[in-house]
């Protein structure tokens, strides 16, 4: 259903910028609400969406979605009871029908009534249960990373070339107006050739404590939370947020924020699969159950092409070239920088500004979980126009799958020695088996995800 039309970048832009003035807060239109403006609507016009996994993230995307005039969610999947309570109630002041809570997300894949899951689980759950959706028939919005694992990812790549569906990824800056029109201009020759991108993220994290094994709470559903991942025993430092610092479920703050601007910087500089990787940092800042790097340098070689690094700062929230997230390309008469907002600045050799591009609206980019709203129904709106039009997706699983790896290779070197020679080709790691024990995770038994 999708890459059935080709849209040049130009009417991606005009649309785009028209989705921006159309779609708003409350609505479509002014003076309406998205809950009185869906009303008008025919139910066949709607998509019918499942949220999986509400809490944080999830919950804002429930927000989002159930304010855009052409869907409505039917189900609320979440193994914690209070938050499904919580999104439902949420969901149910945007649109007219109230949606159903199920604990399980599996029990509803064969209903009729669900086009579309979007997945906002702990990133263990992310390429499982987009695959089992997948397979159901059902079209997917995926929180990135789009997999927990390289292994993972090429498997879902594999799903959607079986399965037909739509699977669009959360790097939702590739739908962003500014944004695409900064690395239009980049692709244009305003620095003239581009060969090195920065990219960064920094924030003031504080400590995660030592955790204490504690009896399970009577509102979760600690089992299927941890799902596909081999079990362990409960601590209190895990929930919510906080498994992004463990190896078992999370993936550090390169792929939690780094896979952003790494995509970004992918897409300047139209590069794929890197040749060389390396490493560097470690857990510095606090001695505590935390385990992936708080401080951490990627860098990713690609022959001839150019260089991206990534710098990841979760404890020092010192900011670089006046932002807390970005990236900067380095060319032959230039340099074009976008942060973490929709809009971008263009400076010539000498330093002096020659192009600005500014955001219309705030955005808070150290929000853990709903920096941009507004233009996030952007993408929203991208992945609804795939199911129903045949529209190009702005970040398929394909584009989102090599972007993520990008970070995956960069964790891998990290836990590795510090350096990778791959394929590429296809990213694959070449002679080094500490590495490759990093390719792919071990599973509970009875969950390993599959093709077929």
């Known amino acids: 259903m999708t890459n059935q039309f080709n849209k040049s970048r130009r009417s991606f832009l005009k649309s785009a910028a028209i989705g921006t003035s159309a779609i708003t807060f409350g609505g479509i239109l002014p003076g309406f609400s998205a809950k009185s403006y869906g009303n ?28 855009q005039p052409n869907c409505e969610i039917v189900y609320v999947c979440d193994v914690d009871q209070r938050a499904a309570t919580k999104c439902v109630n949420q969901v149910t002041k945007n649109q007219s029908r109230e949606p159903k809570s199920q604990e399980d997300f599996r029990k509803i894949l064969e209903r009729k009534d669900v086009d579309a899951m979007v997945i906002a689980t ?40 079986k399965y037909k569906n739509v699977i669009q990824m959360g790097n939702q800056r590739r739908s962003w107006p500014n944004v695409a ?20 993220y920094t924030n003031n994290r504080a400590s995660i404590g030592i955790g204490k094994n504690l009896a399970v709470p009577e509102w979760l559903n600690f089992d299927l939370w941890q799902g596909p991942a081999p079990r362990k025993d409960y601590k209190d430092n895990i929930l919510h947020y906080n498994w992004h610092w ?13 896979t952003h601007m790494v995509d970004l910087a992918r897409w300047g500089l139209k590069v794929d699969y890197p040749t060389k990787v390396t490493s ?23 022959g001839e092409q150019g260089t991206i690094t990534w710098e990841g700062r979760s404890c020092n ?79 398929d699983i394909v584009s989102g799958h090599k972007s993520t790896l990008l970070v995956q290779l960069g964790n891998i070197a990290q ?9 590429p080709t296809n990213g694959h790691i070449l002679a080094n088996e500490e590495a490759l024990q990093f390719w792919k995770r071990s599973y509970e038994a009875g969950w390993e995800p599959t093709l077929d």
Request: net charge negative.
């Open 40 to 67: 008008i609507m025919g139910a066949n016009e709607k998509i019918n969406v499942a949220m999986v996994g509400v809490n944080a993230r999830g919950l804002a995307l429930a927000n989002n979605f159930s304010s």
């Open 122 to 161: 702990p990133d263990h759950w992310h390429a499982p249960a987009a695959i089992l959706a997948s397979k159901a028939g059902k079209h997917v919005y995926l929180e990135k990373p789009c997999s927990h694992n390289p292994y993972e990812g090429e498997l879902l790549v594999k799903v959607a070339e």
């Open 181 to 200: 029109a900064g690395i239009a201009d980049l692709h244009n020759g305003i620095i003239g050739k581009p060969y090195f991108a920065r990219t960064w």
């Open 246 to 258: 463990f190896w078992h479920w999370g993936t550090g703050e390169a792929l939690n924020n780094g």
């Open 280 to 302: 560097a940092g470690g857990r510095y800042r606090y001695q505590d159950d935390w385990e992936t790097p708080d401080t951490q340098v990627i860098a990713l070689e690609f």
């Open 317 to 395: 929230g010192r900011t670089i070239e006046g932002a807390s997230v970005g990236v900067i390309f380095y060319g032959e008469n230039g340099a074009l920088q976008i942060n973490g907002d929709n809009g971008y600045a263009v400076y010539d050799l000498q330093n002096k500004l020659v192009k600005e591009v500014k955001n219309s609206k705030e955005i808070d980019t150290r929000n853990l979980t709903n920096p941009s709203q507004a233009l996030d129904a952007l993408h929203i709106q991208n992945f609804f126009d795939a199911i129903k039009k045949g529209t190009d997706l702005n970040a």
């Open 415 to 423: 836990r590795a020695g510090g350096l990778l020679k791959t394929d």
